[in-house]
């Protein structure tokens, strides 16, 4: 059984930074291409970062590049997903997801693309 637990969403303040976690169990996990989308009510769920099998290629929508870094452990089977410089409109619900088939260098952005979700974890910002 595949099971993706988000963990280390809360309430911070505007400027601070978060790390999320994604600890992954059931699935091979150096094989499987990982990202990081978020959703806020009523409105679709975003694509925000995704990395490679590999690691070596990751990908960011441009609202976050430079603030959120997107990593693995392999040895750990976790996803990280590093927020600085939060933003109030970075609140939203953040999941992580799963691409069990995938090439060593590629990264996913859409939803459709991968086979495993996470429940998510919240992420308020203050200002």
């Known amino acids: 059984q595949v099971q993706l637990v988000e963990s280390g969403g809360g309430l911070v303040q505007a400027g601070d930074s978060l790390r999320l976690s994604c600890a992954t169990s059931?699935?091979?996990?150096?094989?499987?291409?990982m990202g990081w989308f978020r959703q806020v009510p009523e409105q679709e769920r975003e694509f925000l970062a995704g990395?490679?099998?590999?690691?070596?290629?990751?990908a960011y929508v441009d609202s976050v590049k430079g603030r959120f870094t997107i990593s693995r452990d392999n040895a750990k089977n976790t996803m990280y997903l590093q927020m600085n410089s939060v933003k109030v409109e970075d609140t939203a619900v953040y999941y992580c997801?799963?691409?069990?088939?995938?090439?060593?260098?590629?990264?996913?952005?859409?939803?459709?693309?991968?086979?495993?979700w996470g429940l998510g974890t919240q992420v308020t910002v203050s200002s």
């Open positions: 059931g699935l091979n996990f150096r094989m499987a291409a």
């Open positions: 990395i490679a099998r590999s690691a070596d290629s990751t």
């Open positions: 997801a799963a691409r069990t088939t995938a090439s060593s260098e590629a990264v996913y952005k859409q939803n459709f693309s991968y086979d495993y």
